[in-house]
């Protein structure tokens, strides 16, 4: 059977949906990594079942998972999408996985002590996400973390064979390159500790900022900001956007061809970082004292953001003023009458 | 009489059992369970009402749009607010968009591998199908899945990204489309259209939507040399496997309507059940008897509570079972087209009403109606007329959001208090179709389609697999 512990040379990957939406796969299947399933398998990555993708349905399907949990099939890789559920009161009821009348939570904490890697994909898996949002009715957790604390289904001193903790491919949902890369890295054996930041998310995609080429930023830098959805104006000060703090790469890397959240004219609301799903204030709104928003850029001191923020308010062009507050551009920029020095 | 646990069905949306008591080789009855609750309902309450733009998308990733849309629609009727022209044409190419790679996915990646299993093995067509349709291995995966990345550029540019996408509002949306751009989204969808031609129909999509009967269908068909046309492929497994005679379900079809102004929309609403009526929202209600929910009298959403209750005694399932004026309604693209009236659809379910073939072929009939239809959406749009209108919400108001997903009719039900989520109700498309018996013991549409099946070993078994897949199933929304 595919997977054999005798094929060798190949990185054996089980794929479990628990408390999520799917998503994750779904943004997945929009790889532009050319044709998903080569590219996967080119790097050695063979899916041992993945609910969306794979042929096996009903007791098949459950036979490759047994075959994983009693260590019959080696289990290279276990990828969970979706929360851990465990209520209700601890019985994991919530989610009883399919034909099988035990709670998902039981299966995954078998197959996790079988596999030599875990991977959470996606922000429920690795910190609970917006399945534990509002009171958790569910109890939902992630993996290893239980919003931005250690814990978790696996507990915070889980490790993987060769010393890794879970990988956290944070993103609600991640980018499809954020997954298959992962995976690449992985089947390569080219993923290490210091690839992971200090919450288990890769660094390829989490040492940097969504800030980071944002085609906003003349407006961020004279603090000329949107009022309402369809304004072209910086989303920070009025409109809850936390892209300079929200580490992902999606305004270097973009989404569906042309796309980021805030190309798409709405707030970056950080969903790679534990906790995003309750902001402790409405998502597309900034909270401020004093007329100052209460979470600056990382990194940046805060009487020094007030000064700067005050010196180039003062120095916005016309242009910028204006754009901002429109739809689409209606001053464009200038151009110079004068002769080249 | 045996009793069968199925499960875990894959290549579904989220995860799904189902029971069936067996007797003398076919299904005596069958109960669907969805065994999962996150209790989405529950944690909306008491957030600011706009927050539920961010959140219930979330209910779903195969169709965060429609979910988005349905929000929105919610709080734009508690807001009293009507979207511009523009706004409208956006989200409606938004929500298309995610239809129709919906459409696709369900094709190539959920329904066709099953013909490519093992007990079709002596089967005249089955290395072709196999080589073409297999999961993961056929030819088609890759191709359908380049294609359908394709189409969603159109989602990077109109929404910013899919899924989960926020740039639905209440009062349009927060992307403005420019001049170039619009060529752009022309451009993205007549690379859809060559790929929908070239491979999927191997016919111009005029000439597909133009079918008007199941004598036309087949002729059609008949006329597309084998390898020529991944549809009459189908058709020509569905042919000769008889997928007319299975699953069929109480052939009342329900659509709330889909795409265009409200009022005057591209596909009526209504209900079809051999005639035409109204379609009354007022008259639907939730009945819970089945579920792991506590609850004495069925609800209509507006009332509806959610309180998980799961030692409870004879239920089956976390999905609600919603009822239009008592009756079990099945709801997808196929009911969509009945209702607004396509005759090749109204000539399929005369001959057999709801079932394997007719419900595939309705989601590929919409298909190719509704890739033309986002091409003049396009070429309305007006760059430089505002996208998005402006309003305030009341701290006391209450909305409904009616809008077709994919896979049927999607309804929000909002209800503010001191600005606050008070109250916050979904019934999503696979709800009604996978619903439990109500208290009435009627069973919900997937549980009569399967009843009375024939089951057993080889190609039997695998019947079950089309029946429940012919409804293409969501079931992360279902209990949501």
Known sequence: ?341 | MKRVVVGPFNRVEGDLEVTLDVEGGAVRAARVCSPMYRGFEQLLAGKTPLDALTIVPRVCGICSVAQSAAAARALASAMGLEAPANGRLASDLVRAAESAADHLTHFYLFFMPDFAREAYARRPWFDAVQARFQAVRGSAAAEALEARARLLDLMGLLAGKWPHTLALQPGGTSRAVLPHEKLQLLLTLRAFRAFLERTLYGDALERVAALDDAAALAAWRDARPAGASDFAAFLRVADDLGLERYGRAHDAFMSVGAYGPDGAPWLAPGVYDGALHPLDPASIDEDVSHAWLADDVPRHPAQGVTRPAPDKPGAYTWCKAPRLGGRVVEVGALARQVVAGHPLARDLVARGGGNVLSRVAGRLLELARLVPEMERWVAALAPGEPFCADGALPDEASGVGLVEAARGGLGHWLEVRGGRIHGYQIIAPTTWNFSPRDAGGQPGPLEQALTGLPVGDGEAAVLVQHVVRSFDPCMVCTVH
């Open chain 1, 1 to 341: 059977m595919p997977g054999d512990s005798s094929a060798g040379g190949r990185l054996n990957v089980l794929w479990l949906q628990s408390g999520g939406c799917g998503g994750c796969s779904m943004s997945l299947l929009g790889s532009k990594a050319g044709d998903l399933h080569r590219t996967l398998a080119g790097a050695g990555v063979e899916l041992l079942w993945h609910p969306s993708l794979s042929e096996a349905s009903g007791a098949e399907a459950l036979e490759v998972w047994r075959a994983c949990a009693d260590g019959r099939t080696r289990l290279d890789v276990l990828c969970l999408e979706g929360a851990v559920l465990r209520g209700p009161a601890g019985t994991g009821r919530f989610h009883l996985a399919a034909g099988t009348g035990e709670p998902m939570m039981a299966w995954v904490r078998r197959l996790a002590a079988r596999a030599r890697q875990v991977v959470a994909v996606g922000t429920c898996a690795a910190f609970g996400g917006m399945s534990s949002g509002g009171g958790n009715p569910a109890d939902a957790c992630g993996l290893q973390y239980e919003g931005d604390a250690p814990g978790g289904l696996l507990g915070a001193e889980w490790r993987a064979p060769d010393g890794l903790p879970v990988v956290n491919v944070a993103g609600c949902p991640p980018h499809p390159d954020w997954m298959v890369e992962t995976l690449v890295a992985l089947g390569m054996g080219a993923l290490g500790p210091a690839d992971l930041d200090r919450l288990g998310r890769p660094r390829a995609y989490a040492d940097q900022l969504v800030h980071h080429g944002c085609p906003r930023n003349e407006y961020y830098e004279f603090k000329a900001s949107a009022h309402r959805p369809s304004d072209l104006g910086c989303l920070m000060e009025n409109m809850g956007c936390k892209a300079t703090q929200a580490h992902a790469d999606c305004n270097t890397r973009l989404w569906n061809g042309s796309g980021s959240c805030l190309r798409g004219g709405f707030a970056c609301i950080d969903c790679t970082a534990p906790g995003f799903e309750e902001p402790g204030h409405p998502f597309a709104a900034t909270p401020k004292v004093a007329g100052i928003p209460i979470a600056l850029p990382i990194d940046m001191p805060k009487a020094w953001f007030v000064a700067l923020a005050a010196l180039s308010k003062s120095a916005t062009p016309r242009r910028v003023r204006e754009n901002a507050v429109a739809d689409h551009p209606l001053v464009p920029p200038g151009i110079r009458t004068a002769g080249r020095k």
